[in-house]
């Protein structure tokens, strides 16, 4: 049970004298779907935040890809907000002025 509320597939709250007395189970399609933007986020390789390993590329596009198929509405439109997010930083950061570094004589010398 820790583990599945580690990665955020359950919510466990205690009630009485119960450790885990009331449990609370998101969509697994979203939660899989912000584990995914997770590593994407921290990047690929042996670095991969612990535990996250097991989601590959292949693996994701066959998920997405599967979720169109079944017309999974929540997955496609988690998708389309991530992507126009993603795309929005993109755009943001292209739209930024280029500064060029100006080297004067003094520079020069050091």
Do not use: C, Y
């Not at 990665?7 to 609370?24: C, D, N, Y």
């Not at 042996?46 to 994701?60: H, I, S, V, Y």
């Amino acid at each position: 049970m820790k583990l599945l509320e580690s990665f955020g597939f359950v919510e466990i709250r205690p009630r009485g004298g119960q450790k885990f007395g009331l449990a609370f189970l998101p969509n697994p399609n979203i939660v899989l779907l912000d584990l995914w933007e997770k590593k994407q986020a921290q990047g690929n390789g042996p670095f991969d935040p612990p535990g996250l390993g097991g989601l590959q590329d292949a693996t994701m596009s066959a998920f997405l890809e599967r979720a169109i198929d079944v017309g999974a509405n929540d997955v496609t439109r988690k998708h389309a907000k991530i992507n126009a997010a993603k795309r929005s930083a993109a755009e943001d950061e292209a739209a930024q002025p280029r500064t060029k570094r100006v080297r004067t004589a003094k520079s020069a010398k050091e």
